[in-house]
């Protein structure tokens, strides 16, 4: 059975249809892209999937449905997602922001455990603990997001365009990081805009146009694809 | 001088009553954006139910110290405001939370009619007096007095604002109540249940609100349906003062005018060559909103709306 199991989904905003009844999955240990054009709908797919958008059709998640469940009952289940434009919270501290993303643990001494292993792995955010988060710079706000996901140590991370807005040598750590907590053994739904980082990274992708999946397959082999090539690879 | 100090403690009592219902607003507003014109309301059922409770035990047990019946009071005023500010969430806003901003804000003007409709119908139109049981002594400050009433809303109001303030910067409830007001969405990904902090938050009000209710009633030494109203307003330009959103903001704004105002209305008199008394104390407040709202709309502490996350 698969981690993540979404069928049909359909996602309305008013009378626009965002997402068009897709169907995808994501195994556990997988790294898993979905990738499109901006406004193909992969935002919203994720905000459906953490219940932010209100969504017709299915979504299991460890063999239960997560329809109607409330967003914070999503994330206790193990969900955790990192936003489109990071979502930090601009007005607390770094060392808060990574506290916020421990706020259902309970388990005082592991939390701090974890929160060393993420100013281990961004020493910039370790210089910059006690500083209000909104004075980052994009990147250190990127590696902020990520960190602060995990520090709830979820079952299954979805990222939304993490290389969205910054400098390359600042992607290049970003996705290094990616790849790291994957080969830990991390289930993640990568949506990128960025298909040639995108498939570089994951296992399997999709691709998304107009709201619907209109190419499924490995990774290699959509990036293989001369239409894949042509519309999302820039040859 | 004596005026000057006398007017300064006289304002920083009143101002400490202003801060604690100003935190109240502010608090709903960094929150929701929404300003919560019930609270007013709020402090008022709590200055009454204290007053209630206060008459009832002097009635069947006279012969307990004045402070314990008070105390008494307090302890039943504060549970039943922290009721009623979830009930008044619960029922009116909450359904509302997805509406233009307009509806709430409305809203929030009827619930406050109904609420003062409803204290007319129960304790009816009269003033009530706030009976003497609180210690009568007064100190010398300065060449001004400071009586032990004063002393006593001070200190407790600087105490419920420390305290206040402890929970808001160093517990979990009040990172979770920050990181709420910056983004209900992202608050929610990281598990916080966004509704119960809300909640929470309009629970923690009214507790404070029902403080300053009774305080504002045994320093007036009378309570009245309506008096809500004004106290209410005060709070809110008191909020708008330090900067709406903003806890230390609210508590400053609220401390400033009720020493502006206490100023204000000690030398009016002089200032105007008699033309205009201590009256006209209340315009204070007024004034000082409108010159906020002009010169810097933000408050005090406030930070620019355009800057908010």
């Known amino acids: 059975m698969s981690l993540l199991e979404v069928k049909d989904l359909k996602i309305h905003y008013g009378g626009i249809q965002a997402v068009r009844g897709i169907d995808l999955k994501v195994e556990e240990g997988e790294l898993v892209c979905l990738i499109g054009a901006n406004g193909a709908g992969k935002s919203s797919t994720l905000k459906g999937i953490v219940g932010l958008l209100p969504h017709g059709g299915q979504v299991h998640y460890a063999g239960a449905s997560l329809k109607g469940r409330p967003t914070h009952a999503i994330a206790a289940a193990g969900l955790a997602l990192v936003p489109e434009g990071r979502g930090i919270f601009a007005r607390l501290t770094v060392a808060e ?17 974890d929160g060393e292993r993420i100013y281990e792995t961004f020493p910039r955010l370790a210089e910059r ?18 960190g602060r996901a995990l520090m709830g140590r979820p079952r299954l ?65 959509l990036a293989a694809d001369p239409q894949v090539r042509a519309a999302y690879l820039g040859e | 001088m004596d005026i000057f100090v006398q007017q300064l403690i006289n304002g920083l009592v009143l101002g400490s009553i202003y801060a604690l219902v100003a935190l109240g607003y502010t608090m709903v507003y960094g929150i929701l954006e929404l300003i919560n014109f019930a609270h007013g309301e709020v402090t008022m059922i709590g200055a009454m139910v204290a007053l209630a409770v206060i008459g009832a035990l002097m009635g069947v047990a006279p012969d307990l110290p004045g402070i314990v019946i008070v105390l008494g009071g307090v302890l039943v ?60 002594g ?9 009586s032990t009433l004063q002393l006593f809303i001070v200190a407790l109001s600087v105490l419920v604002m420390l ?17 709420t007001a910056q983004s209900r969405e992202v608050a929610a990904l990281m598990g916080v249940n966004v509704n119960s902090v809300i909640a929470t938050t309009f629970v923690i009000g009214s507790a404070l609100a029902a403080l300053a ?29 330090g900067g709406i959103g903003n806890i230390a903001g609210a508590m400053l704004g609220g401390l400033l005018l009720g020493v502006i105002e206490a100023l204000g209305a000690g030398y009016i008199g002089d200032l105007t060559g008699g033309f205009l008394g201590s009256n006209y104390q209340d315009v204070f407040a ?24």
């Open chain 2, 77 to 136: 005023a504060v549970p039943v405001c922290m009721l009623l500010g979830f009930g008044i969430e619960r029922l009116a806003y909450r359904p509302l939370r997805n509406a233009p901003r307009l509806a709430p804000l409305i809203t929030a003007i009827g619930l406050s009619i109904v609420l003062q409709n409803v204290a007319m119908l129960i304790w009816g139109r009269q003033y009530i007096a706030f009976p003497p049981l609180l210690p009568q």
């Open chain 2, 163 to 179: 305290g206040l303030w402890f929970v808001v910067q160093k517990t979990r409830l009040g990172r979770a109540m920050r990181a």
């Open chain 2, 286 to 309: 007024f004034f000082i909103l409108i010159l906020v709202l002009v010169f810097r709309p933000s408050g005090l502490l406030g930070e620019r709306v355009a800057s908010r996350a």
């Open chain 1, 129 to 146: 603990r006690g500083q209000l988060a909104g004075l980052l710079s994009g990147g250190e706000q990127q590696m902020l997001a990520i």
């Open chain 1, 97 to 113: 922001n990574l506290a916020m993303g421990a706020y259902l643990r309970r388990d005082a001494a592991a939390v701090r455990g």
């Open chain 2, 213 to 241: 209710g009774v305080m504002v009633s045994a320093y007036y030494g009378l309570a009245h349906y309506y008096m809500g109203f004004l106290l209410g307003l005060k709070a809110f330009s008191a909020a708008v003062l």
């Open chain 2, 138 to 146: 007064s100190h010398e400050v300065l060449g001004a007095h400071i």
């Open chain 1, 157 to 221: 991370l979805l990222l939304d365009e993490p290389s969205m807005g910054l400098a390359p040598l600042m992607v290049q750590k970003i996705y290094e990081t990616i790849q790291a907590v994957a080969r830990e053994g991390m289930t993640i739904l990568l949506v990128e805009q960025n298909a040639h980082l995108a498939l570089q990274v994951s296992s399997r992708g999709y691709v998304m146009e107009s709201g619907a999946i209109t190419l499924a397959g490995p990774s290699a082999e």
